[in-house]
């Protein structure tokens, strides 16, 4: 374990040194993560220009999940959306191989090993927001939120990595498209809102299958003081479980592996 | 000219059939946002349920006969070098792009309208009924978004050669034309300022007319003054294109070899 997070900061310092050589897209890139959030505001703006509530939640309240969402989506931005198109590369190259070959573990090398550090911004800016969400509502919580804050966030990141990685996978056979990650984007969005606003079968499927709900919803609910350990404790669980999966698949995956002729 | 373009279209025809799955994935890629943004106006209003199914199913209809991704094109080619090769050819290299733009959106209606009809005999809340001439009228507004699209696209994919980062720029207008052309909401949600601007900007054309058009939200005075100002935008964006592409040409410097 200690290893393998000595080589994680190992390639973080590897990109951040990369990245510095760019120093003039920081402006660039601030601006960029101002806008995305403000302009997420706005359209919550938009919507509560015509109502008072959201599938229940004030606005307060979606401004809390719009933070959690806009934090975890800092995440992806990070550490798994530049990974995505180089392992499709890879794949199709056969330059696996010499990933394959090195003595790290191959899961854990392709989905880390490049960083894109400006979008910690992200990061930043949806916490602030959650901050910001909870002052708005005049809500104090208490550290037995903010603990059960920490274990479902720690979920869903376990999740979100999971079910990106279940994707990435796909690409041992799917080379062909060069990006598949907008499809966990166009899932990942429907996050963005409170789950009770959806109906009918779509909501079953964003709360069990592709546990949407479970990703945003919870954390935010754990902040505003809603939880119930039942559900925080289901939510590490299914993240296990997603996590098993997205090791056996990616196993699986490798098998079927039978490299591009050199 | 005939002759070049039915060799144009061949040719992007063909590659279109080569790349099936890519051309599947993509064009249901964008669909699930306006899906959510109808799932949040549902849930506002819920008795105005079937107005915004029908207003989001043609949000998607319309964004995917006027979508333009020329600008991602020019900026990797451009950056590239690869663009060279068309500058070289004895046609102005926006003949390939406007070849593919026909292919792929004729493509999308032979494969949309039928589904769209079909559709239609099970959901009572997609049935158009309007008149022949209200139908060219849908039809030439939808041309007139694809060709406005198309043009921003081009022109902002022709600025790479000047910056690098076009694709950036171009991501912000769409997250502009995001709240002006409609796809967020019906502009008669918005509030009255963004409506006042949505006017006299060219995004609404893009999207939010034609729909005005199909679903009769607009007037004969309204219908007329959108036409209009659309036909300035559009004036005003081949000017650009002209001046860009020349002032362009001179600034190239074909990177790699």
């Known amino acids: 374990m200690g290893r393998y997070w000595r080589i994680f900061r190992e390639f973080f310092r590897a990109c951040f040194v990369e990245e510095l050589e760019y120093r003039s897209e920081f402006l660039g890139n601030l601006v960029s993560s101002f806008f995305g959030i403000g302009i997420a505001i706005l359209t919550i703006h938009i919507f509560f220009y015509q109502t008072d509530r959201l599938g229940g939640w004030t606005y307060a309240d979606v401004l809390v999940l719009l933070g959690v969402f806009n934090t975890l989506k800092g995440w992806i931005d990070f550490a798994l959306r530049p990974n995505m198109p180089r392992l499709l590369e890879h794949v199709r190259r056969g330059t696996l191989d010499y990933i394959l070959t090195k003595p790290v573990d191959g899961m854990f090398y392709v989905s880390f090993r490049h960083l894109v550090f400006w979008r910690l911004i992200d990061v930043a800016l949806g916490l602030g927001l959650i901050v910001y969400g909870l002052a708005e509502k005049h809500y104090m919580p208490s550290l037995v939120d903010i603990l059960v804050f920490l274990i479902t966030m720690a979920s869903s990141l376990v999740l979100i990595y999971s079910l990106w990685m279940m994707l990435m996978t796909t690409s041992f056979w799917v080379i062909r498209i060069d990006d598949l990650s907008f499809i966990f984007d166009s899932f990942f969005e429907t996050a963005r809102f409170p789950i009770g606003m959806y109906r009918g079968w779509v909501r079953v499927i964003l709360t069990y299958v592709l546990p949407a709900a479970v990703i945003t919803n919870m954390p935010a609910l754990s902040l505003l003081g809603k939880w119930n350990m039942a559900t925080a404790l289901i939510a590490g669980l299914l993240a296990v479980v997603f996590l098993w999966l997205a090791r056996r698949f990616w196993r699986f995956a490798l098998r079927s592996y039978t490299s591009a002729s050199s | ?257």
């Open chain 2, 1 to 257: 000219m005939v002759r070049k373009y039915a060799a144009l279209l061949r040719m992007k025809y063909m590659e279109m059939l080569a790349y099936r799955l890519a051309t599947i994935v993509w064009m249901t890629g964008a669909i699930t946002q306006p899906l959510i943004t109808m799932a949040v106006w549902i849930n506002i209003d819920p008795s105005q349920s079937d107005a915004f199914f029908f207003y989001f199913m043609a949000v998607i209809f319309v964004e995917r006969m006027t979508s333009a991704w020329d600008v991602w094109e020019l900026d990797r080619e451009i950056r590239e070098g690869t663009f060279s090769n068309y500058i070289i050819r004895p046609l102005h290299p926006i003949h390939w792009a406007i070849a593919e733009n026909v292919v792929y959106k004729l493509l999308f209606l032979v494969i949309l309208i039928p589904m769209w009809a079909g559709a239609a005999l099970f959901v009572p809340a997609l049935r158009v009924e309007i008149s022949m001439s209200q139908l060219l009228l849908f039809l030439a507004a939808v041309l007139m978004g694809a060709l406005l699209r198309f043009l921003l696209s081009y022109t902002c994919g022709l600025l790479g050669f000047w910056i690098t980062k076009v694709a950036a720029i171009y991501s912000v207008l769409e997250v502009i034309s995001l709240f002006l052309s409609g796809r967020i909401a019906p502009l008669s949600m918005l509030p009255p300022l963004l409506q006042q601007w949505s006017i006299f900007l060219p995004f609404r054309y893009m999207i939010g007319f034609p729909i005005d058009l199909i679903s009769q939200a607009a007037n004969g005075h309204e219908v007329r003054q959108g036409f209009m100002i659309a036909s300035v935008w559009a004036v005003i964006f081949i000017m650009m294109l002209q001046w860009i592409w020349k002032a362009g040409l001179k600034k190239n410097q074909a990177v790699g070899g």
